[in-house]
Structure formats: C-alpha cells, structure tokens
C-alpha cells in the first residue's frame, strides 16, 4: 500500500496552474520528471541521502517524494494533486509517519502556489 496525500481543487485555468507548478520546481526544491500541457510530475530528496543517512534521520523533505499534478476535468477547472512516497526499492517499516507527512507538506506546498 503506497503512502500518499490526494488533493482535488478548481481553478480558474488548470493549464495555467500545472505551468505555474513547473515553474515552481525550483522553490519546492524539487526537479520536473515529466510534463506536457495536461499533467507534470514533480520528484524530490533523494534514495542515495535516504540509504546513506537513513529514513530515521532525515530532514522530512529529503525523503524521496514523487507530486504529480494533472488536469482531471478542464471545462470545470478539476486538478487532481498527488504526492506519494517514491521508494524505488526497500521499505518503508518505521518511516511510514514521516513519509506520510513530507507526502502532505509537500501537497500543501503545491495547493499553495496554485492558490496564490
């Protein structure tokens, strides 16, 4: 079962709020994995810091994260945003609470710049 955190909300223009999340990446500290002009998706921290160091003992926004941000209904102005845990291999036993909050943190920090 994947930790993640799902937001839906309404914009006025959902192509203008998935560009304004892409251009964002820098200030979310994270980089655009993959985009076009209906979705982009967002990856940050980092496996190597996350094994090396251990989940335990991480800064939360070092936690390999993946949002991505898509237009789900364009007429009515629907993005879906959804931030869940990016563990390529191993697990996430004793780390599920922190994951679960850097996955939030970060949704709340996408609806943020969204919004403003």
Same mark, same amino acid.
Do not use: W, Y
């Given at each position: 079962?994947?930790?993640?955190?799902?937001?839906?909300?309404?914009?006025?223009?959902?192509?203008?709020?998935?560009?304004?999340?892409?251009?964002?990446?820098?200030?979310?500290?994270?980089?655009?994995?993959?985009?076009?002009?209906?979705?982009?998706?967002?990856?940050?921290?980092?496996?190597?810091?996350?094994?090396?160091?251990?989940?335990?003992? *991480?800064?939360?926004?070092?936690?390999?994260?993946?949002?991505?941000?898509? *237009? *789900?209904?364009?007429?009515?102005?629907?993005?879906?945003?959804?931030?869940?845990?990016?563990?390529?291999?191993?697990?996430?036993?004793?780390?599920?609470?922190?994951?679960?909050?850097?996955?939030?943190?970060?949704?709340?920090? *996408?609806?943020?710049?969204?919004?403003?």
């Amino acid at each position: 079962m994947s930790i993640q955190t799902i937001v839906e909300l309404r914009t006025a223009s959902p192509q203008e709020a998935v560009a304004k999340v892409e251009a964002s990446a820098g200030s979310l500290k994270a980089k655009v994995k993959a985009n076009n002009e209906s979705f982009v998706v967002l990856v940050r921290g980092s496996q190597l810091k996350m094994r090396l160091i251990g989940g335990a003992f *991480i800064k939360d926004t070092d936690l390999p994260i993946q949002g991505t941000v898509e *237009i *789900i209904d364009s007429p009515n102005g629907n993005i879906k945003i959804t931030c869940q845990e990016h563990l390529v291999i191993g697990t996430s036993l004793g780390m599920r609470d922190k994951l679960q909050r850097s996955c939030t943190e970060f949704a709340k920090q *996408i609806v943020q710049i969204v919004e403003g």
